[in-house]
Structures are given as structure tokens and as C-alpha cells.
């Protein structure tokens, strides 16, 4: 059995993950369709898994503007997804475009998660609790990357309809 994840330390190593990913995708060198595939998982599987599992805890010690602001900016976040997902030619100059548009959105969204959730969850959550987060955090996140969540048809469907993976 694997020892208990802190529910903080599964958030970083995600937001380091989707910053690699990133990196990725902007490297002519890459296998960009892949890194994308990989992004379009991990970001859907993260941001569902963090709003089951750790927004309603955030919620006891942070205003619900502050709460809803972070899950409007993954509703941002998933519509810049699919615009780049939609691209038909990786590297053309939209492609492009669309990329610096969700690394910004992307980096702006961890910014702020890792200022609130992060620094919250760390100053009034026991260990215990945090492993306990980190727990079902990772097996929401488990379950929707095997469901293949960030398919192209999955992230219309959430932008559109404003529908859970």
C-alpha cells in the first residue's frame, strides 16, 4: 500500500506537470500532439478533482467569491482548451496564439491556486486532513484520466453545456 498523499503536494506536482506540458508544446522538437493530449487529461482530471474534493473544505475559511473566482477561472481555462484543441495544424500561427493564450490563463489560474488553496490548505489544515484531501483528490483524478477526460468531444461538451467531466 503507498503511503497517503498530502493533498498539497498532489496539486504542485500537477501544476509542475501542466507547466512541463507546456514547455512542451511550444518545442518544434516535440511531440506536440501528445503533449496536448496529455495537458487536455491532466487539466480536466485536476481542476474536477480539486472541485470535489478540496473547494468545499476551501470553502469553510474562504469566501464563496473567492472560491467561485477559482472556478471561473477553470470555466476560462477549459474554453482556451478547446480553442486550441480545435486547431487543425499544429505550429501554424494560430496554434501559436492559442498556446500563449492558455499558458497565460494556465499560469495565471496555478498562480492563484498555489497563492489561495495552496497557502490555505498549509496554514489551517492538519496532516491528516491533507492526506485525507490528497486521497480522494487523487482518486477523482484517477478515475476521470482513465475515462480519457480531456477528449476533444469531453471539453466541448463541459464548455457548452457547463457539464462535469
Known amino acids: 500500500m503507498t503511503p497517503p498523499q498530502d493533498v498539497v503536494e498532489v496539486i504542485l506536482k500537477d501544476h509542475r506537470r501542466m507547466e512541463d506540458l507546456l514547455r512542451l508544446m511550444r ?7 501528445s503533449a496536448l493530449n496529455d495537458f487536455a487529461h491532466l487539466m480536466i482530471a485536476h481542476g474536477e478533482a480539486e472541485e470535489t474534493s478540496v473547494h468545499s473544505v476551501l470553502e469553510s475559511f474562504e469566501s464563496t467569491d473567492t472560491v467561485e473566482h477559482l472556478e471561473a477561472g477553470h470555466r476560462e481555462a477549459l ?16 496554434w501559436d496564439w492559442r498556446l500563449r493564450q492558455l499558458a497565460s490563463v494556465t499560469g495565471r489560474h496555478i498562480e ?16 491528516e486532513c491533507r492526506a485525507e484531501l490528497g486521497a480522494g ?7 476521470l484520466l482513465q ?19
Open 27 to 33: 518545442s518544434i522538437e516535440a511531440d506536440r500532439p
Open 79 to 94: 474554453k482556451v482548451l478547446l480553442a486550441l484543441l480545435e486547431v487543425r495544424e499544429i505550429g501554424s500561427p494560430e
Open 112 to 127: 492563484q491556486e498555489e497563492r489561495i488553496v495552496v497557502n490555505q490548505a498549509c496554514e489551517r489544515l492538519s496532516h
Open 137 to 143: 483528490f487523487a482518486r477523482t483524478r484517477a478515475d
Open 147 to 165: 475515462q480519457r477526460c480531456g477528449s476533444v468531444a469531453n471539453v466541448h461538451r463541459m464548455v457548452h453545456a457547463g457539464a462535469p467531466a
